[in-house]
C-alpha cells in the first residue's frame, strides 16, 4: 500500500500530505546510513496492505558523525514530538551492542522516551539493538552481551532472518509475553506482548540481500577475524536473501495487533 515518508533523505514533496485513515508512524532511525535504511523500511511498509505515514526522527542528544547538519535538516528530534501521538513506532538497530549503555550519549534520553512511548504510541516494534535496548528497560526480558558474533541466517520455528548482533536473549530470560522464535543456540529471536501491542525482532527483516555480505567483507577489511555469515552464501557463492516477504508478513501483522505467525 502507500507509505508516504513526511521527511527524512528519501522523501519527496509528493509524499507530504497525509489522509484520515493512514496510520501515523514514528522511526526512530538508529542506523549509521540513514537513507538506506529509510529505503529498507519504506520496502517493508509498502508490502503490506496498510497505508502509513513515516516521520523519521533521532535523539535529541546524539551525536551524529556523519552529514550531521544533513540529517538535523531531516529529521526531527525525539524533543520536537513530545505532544505528538502515533499509531506505531518502529526503533532500528544500532552498532551499539558491545558498547556500554552508561558511554552512549543518548541513552538517558532513550530511556525518557521509553517512558513517553507508554502513553503516546499505540504499537511499537523493536528491532536488533533496539530490542536489546528495550528489553533492558521494559523488563521482559534480559539480554545478554556476548563476545562471539551471531552473524548469518538463522530459521527457527519456520522465521527466517538475517542476523548481525553481540548479544543474546537466553530463553529462560523471557519473563513477559510469548517467545514466537527462538532455539537454546540463538535465543529468542521474535517475543510478542500483545498486551502491550510490543514485537521484538532481534534480527533484520529489512535487510537487503547483500548486507550481511557487505558487513563480512567490511570487518575482513578492517582484520577483524570474524567467520563467514551462516546460511547465506549458496554452493554458488552468492548470497541467499529468502526473508523478505515474511518481514512483510510480520510487520503487516503488528500493524494490525496480529499474533504474529511465519505465514
Known amino acids: 500500500m502507500t507509505v508516504?515518508?513526511?521527511?527524512?533523505?528519501?522523501a519527496k514533496e509528493s509524499d507530504k500530505t497525509t489522509y484520515r485513515q493512514t496510520k501515523q508512524l514514528l522511526v526512530l532511525n538508529l542506523m549509521p546510513n540513514r537513507s538506506v535504511t529509510e529505503q529498507q523500511f519504506t520496502s517493508l511498509l509498502g508490502g503490506t496492505d496498510v497505508d502509513v505515514a513515516v516521520t523519521f526522527a533521532i535523539p535529541a542528544s546524539h551525536r551524529i558523525r556523519h552529514h550531521p547538519v544533513a540529517v538535523q535538516q531531516r529529521y526531527t528530534t525525539l524533543a520536537d514530538i513530545k505532544n505528538r501521538y502515533f499509531d506505531g513506532v518502529i526503533v532500528t538497530g544500532a552498532p551499539l551492542d558491545q558498547t556500554p549503555e552508561q558511554s552512549?550519549?543518548?541513552?538517558?534520553?532513550?530511556?525518557?522516551?521509553?517512558r513517553w512511548q507508554v502513553d503516546h504510541i499505540a504499537r511499537r516494534l523493536f528491532v536488533?539493538?533496539?530490542?536489546?535496548a528495550a528489553g533492558l528497560v521494559t523488563k521482559d526480558f534480559l539480554p545478554?552481551?556476548?563476545?562471539?558474533?551471531?552473524?548469518?541466517?538463522?530459521?527457527?520455528?519456520?522465521?527466517i532472518m538475517p542476523q548481525s548482533r553481540?548479544?543474546?536473549?537466553?530463553?529462560?530470560?523471557?519473563?513477559?509475553?510469548?517467545?514466537?522464535?527462538?532455539?537454546?543456540?540463538?535465543?529468542?529471536?521474535?517475543i510478542q506482548n500483545q498486551q502491550t501491542r510490543t514485537v521484538y525482532v532481534t534480527g533484520h527483516y529489512?535487510?537487503?540481500?547483500?548486507?550481511?555480505a557487505m558487513e563480512f567483507h567490511r570487518d575482513q577489511r578492517r582484520g577483524l577475524l570474524i567467520a563467514e555469515p551462516t546460511g547465506y552464501f549458496g554452493d554458488d557463492g552468492r548470497p541467499?536473501?529468502?526473508?523478505h516477504e515474511q518481514g512483510i508478513h510480520i510487520v503487516e501483522q503488528w500493524?494490525?495487533?496480529?499474533?504474529?505467525?511465519n505465514g
Do not use: R, S
Not at 508516504?4 to 528519501?10: D, E, H, I, K
Not at 548479544?167 to 514466537?180: H, R, S
Not at 541467499?240 to 526473508?243: L, N
Open 4 to 10: 508516504q515518508l513526511l521527511n527524512g533523505f528519501t
Open 128 to 132: 536488533c539493538w533496539g530490542a536489546y
Open 104 to 114: 552512549i550519549d543518548f541513552w538517558p534520553e532513550f530511556q525518557d522516551f521509553m
Open 144 to 159: 545478554i552481551k556476548q563476545n562471539d558474533k551471531i552473524f548469518g541466517v538463522t530459521e527457527t520455528q519456520g522465521f
Open 255 to 261: 500493524l494490525k495487533d496480529e499474533e504474529i505467525t
Open 166 to 190: 553481540y548479544f543474546t536473549i537466553p530463553l529462560a530470560n523471557v519473563d513477559t509475553g510469548q517467545v514466537i522464535a527462538g532455539d537454546m543456540k540463538t535465543g529468542a529471536t521474535i
Open 206 to 212: 529489512e535487510y537487503g540481500p547483500n548486507n550481511l
Open 240 to 243: 541467499m536473501a529468502h526473508w
